[in-house]
């Protein structure tokens, strides 16, 4: 990919679009796929129908009393239907592709991708088992494999896979960590299991490392006795599930997790922010270390790579020596979970072709002219030390929805929240079946199919995902230069230097509807013109409304200097 910012005449840097979006240049390559991808469809179906005999097939139908569904005479009104649907969707959607659509974290899609997914589609494949999909659960474990190498897990130790989207994957990362933290006191409780915990004080069984209860997880697992205690820890996760703790800007999923697993309002503690719009290390070393000599469970610590407002990377470096620290002093530690929903992919900047951490130097060097802060690219060096991260390819991969994923660390840590069906086979005999370890049952094999197809076709690397969230990097930090705060200036003015491609922009006068008079002449201009109009969408920091700019697409300068006329203050 090329390192260029001319415009190719679309708004977008040529190194962003060509070939690999949709543009007139391979319409008719996307059409003749798309004709493959059809025939090979209605081979298949014709195939299932009819191998079994006429017959057989044409019990399908629902008999003469019932109607006949598909009819030839009915295609005109599916026809109608379709033709009409289609129409509205090219009239009315949301202007994703365009250079002045930067309102929210959702990116074009390739092309290959969406054919990927079109074609997946139509076999309707149910990632719950193999069973319901032979192909795309195979893919599945192909691109759970990639998302651990992303992150920095091992995949022969870790384990991944595919979710609806980040919520699902935070609730099942909290209800892992909920369900590991109660199993240490359950096993005391437990008369034939408690040998196995009899040299822990309390404080370490309350608060034992990671590593620890995964180790008691084989061992109860080794006796049959995990579902068993797993009973037994339920009863101890109604009383007391432990602390669960995370930036006050974190995602709002947060709160709604809590509630579903049971967390009384006094067990969710948001702490405060720096004025980088990180997690404040002080406050959150100050409360860690009150827990653990009070020898209170912590459920989990939540750090952010990626928060949605403002695009802030929580100092995991940090957390992680804070982490290490308790383990030395207290012997007791706890759970990390790292929302990287919107920032995982950007660890791509940092990778070199094989997967391994460039040195920073050579990163600012490969991924000029984006600018990667030295404590962001610690905080992605350090992102395997965490215990689970949550990925979204469907906002930084360039997928379709839905597609959120779950990476473990480790992967026994699944056995915590295992559940069986009667009905479906277990795996392969190699790897598991998803619907038994994961939240959510059935899955579509359709976005597999698309994650699979955008993880080798554009590259999990720097000159991969690293080039396309490098540029929406350079250019968010050009914007931020153009809205630099100066002293006693009264335009937009962005106030901190944004750690990924969010951009805040509040007005520098003290009028405080400004912002809000000024998104509403926005909104207006979109909703009468939605093709040629800036999209942005608002905020709120440190109690003032403020403009906020998802760069999702490297923009050329010119489009770069529309934005910036667009955002001029009545």
């Known amino acids: 990919m090329r390192h260029q910012t001319e415009s190719d005449g679309t708004g977008l840097a040529p190194a962003s679009g060509t070939g ?20 090979d469809y209605y081979t298949w179906h014709e195939s299932c129908a009819g191998a079994a005999g006429p017959r057989l097939a044409d019990s ?10 598909a009819d030839s ?32 974290m959702t990116a074009d899609t390739p092309v290959a991708v969406s054919l990927a997914y079109l074609c997946a ?78 040299d822990l004080p309390r404080p370490g069984l309350v608060n034992l490392p990671v590593s620890g209860i995964l180790d008691l997880v084989d061992d109860l697992a080794g006796r049959g006795a995990l579902a068993r205690v797993r009973g037994l820890a339920r009863e ?28 009384a309002p006094g067990d969710v503690e948001a702490v405060d922010l720096d004025r980088h719009h990180r997690i404040d290390l002080g406050a959150l070393r100050r409360r860690v270390r009150e827990l653990l000599e009070r020898g209170e469970p912590i459920a989990a610590v939540v750090a952010t790579l990626g928060s949605g407002g403002e695009g802030g990377v929580d100092d995991l470096h940090e957390i992680m020596r804070l982490r290490d620290w308790c383990e030395q002093r207290y012997d007791a530690s706890f759970y990390v979970h790292v929302d990287a929903a919107f920032g995982a992919y950007h660890r791509t900047v940092c990778l070199d072709e094989d997967g391994s951490m460039l040195p920073y130097d050579e990163v600012a060097a490969r991924a000029f002219p984006a600018r990667l802060k030295p404590e962001v690219y610690e905080a992605f060096r350090c992102l395997p030390l965490a215990d689970s991260v949550t990925v979204d390819p469907h906002k930084s991969g360039h997928v379709p929805y839905p597609a959120g994923g779950l990476a473990l660390r480790d992967g026994r840590a699944a056995a915590v929240v295992a559940g069986r069906s009667a009905y479906f086979a277990p795996g392969d005999g190699a790897r598991p079946a998803f619907g038994s370890y994961t ?7 359709a976005a597999v199919a698309a994650v699979w197809a955008a993880h080798r076709l554009i590259g999990l690397h720097v000159g991969g995902y690293g080039r396309l969230l490098g540029g929406c990097l350079a250019t968010a930090q050009r914007l931020h230069e153009r809205f630099r705060a100066i002293e006693g200036d009264s335009r937009l003015v962005s106030g901190y230097e944004p750690d990924l491609n969010i951009l805040n922009l509040a007005a520098g006068r003290t009028e405080p509807d400004l912002v809000d ?27 003032r409304r403020v403009l906020r700019l998802c760069v999702m697409k490297e923009l050329a300068p010119a489009a ?11």
């Open 20 to 39: 690999l979006f949709p543009n007139p240049g391979n319409r008719a390559a996307f059409l003749e796929l798309l004709g493959d991808i059809v025939d």
């Open 121 to 198: 589609l139509l076999y309707n494949p149910n990632n719950v088992t193999g069973e319901t999909s032979p192909v795309t659960t195979r893919l599945e474990h192909e691109v759970g494999d990639d998302l651990c190498r992303l992150v920095g897990f091992p995949p022969a130790k870790g384990w991944a896979h595919l979710s609806s989207g980040g919520h699902a994957a935070n609730y099942e990362a909290i209800w892992i960590a909920r369900n590991l933290r109660g199993l240490p006191l359950a096993a005391a409780a437990d008369p034939a299991s408690r040998d196995l915990v009899a």
């Open 60 to 69: 399908a139908d629902l008999g003469a009393a019932g109607p006949r569904i």
């Open 517 to 543: 008079r000024l998104l509403a002449r926005l909104r207006a201009e979109a909703a009468a013109a939605p093709l040629t109009s800036l999209w942005v969408s608002a905020n709120t920091l440190a109690g």
């Open 236 to 263: 101890i996760h109604r009383r007391a599930p432990g602390k669960l703790l995370f930036a006050r800007g974190a995602h709002y999923s947060w709160d709604k997790c809590a509630d579903l697993l049971g967390f």
């Open 560 to 570: 770069v200097d529309r934005v910036c006329e667009a955002l001029t203050l009545p």
């Open 439 to 445: 939240l959510e049952g059935a899955r579509p094999g």
């Open 73 to 104: 005479a009915d295609l005109g009104a599916a026809r109608t239907l379709v033709r009409g649907l289609s129409e509205w969707l090219a009239r009315e959607s949301t202007p994703w592709p365009s250079p002045l659509y930067l309102a929210h």
